[in-house]
């Protein structure tokens, strides 16, 4: 089936920036893009759609984000926008009420942030036994890096005043004793609540994953990423892919706890190649936690703190043993770095393990530094000497830029998300929204990345701010490149996938203030409509 798109800006992404009339999309692919004269001339029997003056660009790949927690989290009570304790509570109270959640079941609500809550801090049990005194409730902060559980949660899990803070990660204590208030930080310690109230949550994880998916495609993305996969994500995710629900590509990287190698050989057909539009994509590590959690790990103190920098996920040797065998078994290899002491260690340690792997920045490894917030210019110069990609979370300068102020001071703060300098230093530079942690909105990215305005309206950064165009290369041809997939996404070249996406303003001719306005009115999967705006 041939299909012809013109009467419209035709932004191709590719660095000549030419505009073609028309394009000509014939059995999914992109087969002619020129006059259109010749492109009726090329087709068979086409079919014609009139742009009517609206642009039509390659469809935006996510950076970095995970489409089985937007899943799963779209199961739970939104705790965004609270402003308070009594918030959460009286939103926690309604959800029960609203799923009637019983005996056997949970409470769980995602997306606080004490940050903006009036108390300045986060809940406690006592806080969240008011909503239930013997079922278990938990709520996970806006970063995912921490949560809390009230007392039944606590009990369940057999978290008492004897349980240990882990590598990496702690529960907090009432001051003066070991007994647990319900708080947990980063990965290990926050499992342990999150895998008791997981269990038992109804409902279709196939269904859900689905829904997730119309999410991303409405934002006119059509490869999305798993950017922390479980075995259980894994296979759910192949259910799906079985069944023929997907119809965005999704790239999975699984944690390195989660026994990748296993996974690799179990679902081989995914690996390197889609597989009915599910691959394996590699393995991810955490390094760090969250600098708006204040447990990134910087090389120097918070603001305000005498010593307090943060503190590492895992120690080095670790590190450089995951890469190591990413290396030799041939697959890419994703860190969660947000402190620049986090990117120094996944630098470091990727360094070392190439030098012991004997193998080169020619091997074209494509690692790749996620969310990249405080990364220095040094630091950068050396991921562009062996290869490292920076996928940057640029709507941290929005949503968190005035929180950044505050705990990392001017300097470091206005320095977060480096985006021109990594683009100045030739990097492969791209971007995510680390959904769920906030929306895949692209354009809300391509907005941050060019304006760099924080919530309050203060210009964070000036100096690294973006162009128009260099923020859409970073969510479309860079975006492909992390996932080797450079030669058939990113941008409309023949012989390239119709991975495309309709916008109602063309980004390059809208005032950069309005660029968040822009909306998206269709999606193409491969030639064929997969969201249009109604
Ligand atoms: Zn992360
Ligand atoms: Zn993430």
């Given at each position: 089936m041939d299909k012809i798109y013109y009467n419209g800006d035709i932004l191709t992404m590719e660095d000549t920036r030419t505009e073609p009339e028309a394009v000509l999309i014939?059995?999914?692919?992109?087969?002619?893009?020129?006059?259109?004269?010749?492109?009726?001339?090329?087709?068979?029997?086409?079919?014609?759609?009139?742009?009517?003056?609206?642009?039509?660009?390659?469809?935006?790949?996510?950076?970095?984000?995970?489409?089985?927690?937007?899943?799963q989290f779209s199961q739970f009570a939104d705790l965004s926008g609270c402003e308070s304790f009594s918030d959460i509570k009286m939103r926690l109270a309604a959800f029960q009420k609203e799923k009637k959640i019983g005996e056997d079941g949970a409470v769980i609500g995602v997306g606080y942030d004490h940050n903006f809550l009036k108390?300045?801090?986060?809940?406690?049990?006592?806080?969240?036994?008011?909503?239930?005194?013997?079922?278990?409730?938990?709520?996970?902060?806006?970063?995912?890096?921490?949560?809390?559980?009230?007392?039944?949660?606590?009990?369940?899990?057999?978290?008492?005043?004897?349980?240990?803070?882990?590598?990496?990660?702690?529960?907090?204590?009432?001051?003066?004793?070991?007994?647990?208030?319900?708080?947990?930080?980063e990965t290990k310690a926050l499992n342990l609540l999150l895998a008791r109230v997981y269990a038992k949550i109804p409902g279709d994880p196939k269904a859900q994953i689905e829904k997730a998916q119309e999410l991303y495609l409405s934002h006119g993305i059509t490869t999305i990423q798993d950017g922390a996969a479980s075995g259980q994500d894994v296979e759910t995710l192949f259910e799906a892919a079985k069944e023929g629900l997907l119809k965005a590509d999704v790239v999975s990287y699984v944690l390195v706890g989660e026994e990748p190698e296993k996974l690799e050989q179990e679902y081989a057909e995914l690996k390197k190649a889609y597989w009915n539009h599910l691959k394996l994509g590699g393995r991810k590590v955490?390094?760090?936690?969250?600098?708006?959690?204040?447990?990134?790990?910087?090389?120097?103190?918070?603001?305000?703190?005498?010593?307090?920098?943060?503190?590492?996920?895992?120690?080095?040797?670790?590190?450089?043993?995951?890469?190591?065998?990413a290396i030799e078994n041939g697959v890419q290899i994703l860190a969660h770095c947000n402190g620049d002491a986090a990117a120094q260690q996944w630098i470091d340690s990727f360094e070392k393990a190439m030098e012991q792997c004997g193998v080169s920045k020619e091997?074209?490894?494509?690692?790749?530094?996620?969310?990249?917030?405080?990364?220095?210019?040094?630091?950068?110069?050396?991921?562009?000497?062996?290869?490292?990609?920076?996928?940057?979370?640029?709507?941290?300068?929005?949503?968190?830029?005035?929180?950044?102020?505050?705990n990392l001071g001017e300097e470091r703060a206005e320095a977060i998300s480096p985006a021109k300098s990594a683009f100045e230093q030739g990097l492969c530079v791209n971007?995510?929204?680390?959904?769920?942690?906030?929306?895949?909105?692209?354009?809300?990215?391509?907005?941050?990345a060019v304006n760099r305005?924080?919530?309050?309206?203060?210009?964070?950064?000036?100096?690294?701010?973006?162009?128009?165009?260099?923020?859409?290369?970073?969510?479309?041809?860079?975006?492909?490149?992390?996932?080797?997939?450079?030669?058939?996404?990113?941008?409309?070249t023949e012989g390239k996938l119709?991975?495309?996406?309709?916008?109602?303003?063309n980004p390059l001719k809208t005032p950069v203030s309005e660029l968040k306005d822009i909306k998206v009115t269709e999606t193409l999967k491969e030639g064929e409509t997969v969201y249009r705006k109604c």
């Open positions: 014939s059995d999914g692919f992109i087969a002619f893009t020129g006059s259109l004269k010749e492109a009726v001339r090329a087709a068979h029997q086409p079919e014609m759609t009139d742009l009517d003056g609206k642009t039509l660009m390659p469809a935006f790949i996510d950076g970095h984000s995970h489409i089985s927690l937007v899943a108390e300045k801090r986060h809940p406690d049990k006592y806080i969240l036994d008011e909503v239930s005194d013997h079922i278990p409730v938990f709520v996970l902060h806006a970063s995912g890096h921490m949560g809390v559980g009230n007392s039944a949660l606590l009990k369940e899990a057999g978290i008492d005043a004897s349980a240990p803070d882990m590598e990496g990660s702690r529960f907090g204590r009432i001051p003066g004793s070991m007994e647990p208030d319900g708080y947990a930080e955490i390094l760090d936690g969250s600098p708006q959690g204040k447990t990134a790990w910087l090389s120097k103190p918070y603001a305000g703190e005498e010593e307090y920098r943060g503190y590492p996920a895992m120690e080095q040797e670790k590190v450089q043993t995951y890469i190591r065998n091997d074209d490894l494509r690692p790749v530094m996620i969310h990249c917030q405080t990364v220095r210019k040094d630091q950068l110069l050396r991921m562009k000497n062996i290869g490292m990609i920076p996928s940057m979370f640029v709507d941290h300068v929005y949503y968190w830029g005035d929180i950044h102020l505050k971007f995510h929204q680390d959904s769920p942690v906030v929306p895949p909105d692209m354009l809300h990215t391509v907005w941050c305005e924080t919530r309050e309206g203060k210009i964070l950064g000036e100096e690294e701010r973006v162009d128009v165009f260099e923020a859409l290369k970073a969510v479309t041809i860079n975006g492909a490149y992390a996932y080797f997939e450079e030669d058939k996404k990113g941008s409309i119709a991975d495309l996406v309709i916008l109602d303003r």
